[in-house]
């Protein structure tokens, strides 16, 4: 039966990984995202990995050899528990593709599990355990919270890790 796997790849190595393992008769997904690039005064928009360093393949574990994915050209290795590849539940990868627009990018703003407005609680730093309300994500996978500090509203940009819903 066919499942879907994760594979770890070499830094900004994501295409040339998807490409080699399509090459070796692999079904592979790479979702991407369309971030807006700003240098040199020149603004563009260019096609990001949605998880960087990682993508998905598809195959039967039980007859297929896959150990060859650890030896392909971009990949680093693929993710496995007790030397058996860990596999992950296909309705993840479907509920991607379904959000897929026309051109095959995923709405970054479609996957965050916070919205403009709603409460959040800081975890981690020297912000440690304050409440603070979402203003806004960036694509950098930052957020940025509104805060109340010493009377006034502060506003933060924090990694996205470093909050949790209040």
Sequence with gaps: MNRWFV??????????????????????????FSKIRRHARRVDTVASPLFPRY?????????????CI??????????????KPISIPSQIIQNLKDQETDNGFVPIDALSVFTKGSK???????LKDNSAIVDSISDQQRVQLLIDFMGRQLQVALPIHMVEAA
């Design 7 to 32: 594979v770890h790849t070499q830094p900004q190595k994501e295409v040339l990984a998807a490409q080699e393992l399509i090459n070796q008769g692999f079904a592979v997904y790479y979702p991407k």
């Design 55 to 67: 993508i998905f393949v598809n195959f039967d574990n039980s007859e297929t050899p896959w150990r």
């Design 70 to 83: 650890n030896g392909t050209r971009g990949v680093s290795y693929l993710l496995t528990n007790d030397n």
């Design 120 to 126: 959040v609680r800081i975890v981690d730093g020297v």
